[in-house]
């Protein structure tokens, strides 16, 4: 299995400010996936990171507002742009390898609130 | 308002009884399934997974079931222990665009 680090763990943050969230795969992947998840509720894609190429984002979700990037087959980082109130949420990292079953892991996420 | 947190199914079941999560899924030609625990404060925790071609999947104290006629999934929990408290989570994919969705959750409380 893969293990996901995130960082930040948690944060404070701002609003109008941005933040970048890192994560690192122990392992190289062939997906990454990011996620949100409002507090007691349950988790929705924000986009498939793209091994040096732009983002896949999901309905509702623009690369101006969550700008993400992924260098290698190990590392991606999503940006939280001009943070609102509503963007206080979980933010998830996850992966998985299709070589070795579709099996997709999760890090601990970012616990972000936004003042 | 409404307050955040009231909207999971819960589920209580006393310690050492068996669990049983069910969750309904929405795409037919979903092929892979996913079942997590989330406990508080952390990130997603892969427990079982089965394919579509399959309809049972037995893992320790685990087991999944998949009903593809009427779209449903379940997970079974045997002689349950208070570390089993938590959300658990559905997750279907399409290996077209290996795009994992989730249900909404299930809590799972369980009684000492």
């Known amino acids: 299995s893969a293990v996901i680090s995130q960082k930040p763990s948690r944060d404070i943050c701002q609003r109008g400010t941005s933040l970048t969230i890192q994560c690192q795969v122990d392992?190289?992947?062939?997906?990454m996936f990011w996620y949100r998840q409002q507090p007691g509720q349950s988790l929705t894609l924000i986009a498939t990171a793209n091994q040096g190429s732009e983002a896949t984002y999901e309905s509702g979700f623009v690369i101006d507002k969550f700008p993400i990037s992924r260098p290698n087959l190990t590392f991606s980082t999503l940006t939280v742009s001009n943070m609102s109130p509503e963007d206080s949420s979980i933010y998830l990292c996850?992966?998985?390898?299709?070589?070795?079953?579709?099996?997709?892991?999760f890090g601990e996420g970012s616990w972000l609130t936004v003042v | 308002g409404e307050s955040v947190g009231l909207h999971l199914p819960t589920l209580s079941v006393q310690e050492g009884d068996n669990s049983i999560i069910n969750c309904a899924y929405s795409?037919?030609?979903?092929?892979?399934f996913i079942w997590y625990k989330q406990e508080s404060g952390k990130g997603p925790q892969f427990i079982i997974d089965i394919r579509s071609n399959m309809d049972k999947r037995q893992g320790q104290r685990v087991t999944v079931l998949l009903n593809k006629t009427v779209k449903h999934l379940s997970l079974q929990i045997a002689a349950t222990q208070p570390g089993d408290s938590a959300v658990y989570f559905c997750?279907?994919?399409?290996?077209?665009?290996?795009?994992?969705?989730f249900g909404t959750g299930t809590r799972l409380t369980i009684i000492p």
């Open positions: 795409n037919s030609a979903s092929d892979y």
């Open positions: 997750a279907e994919m399409n290996f077209g665009n290996e795009k994992l969705t």
């Open positions: 392992s190289q992947v062939t997906m």
């Open positions: 996850s992966a998985g390898d299709r070589r070795s079953g579709n099996t997709i892991y």
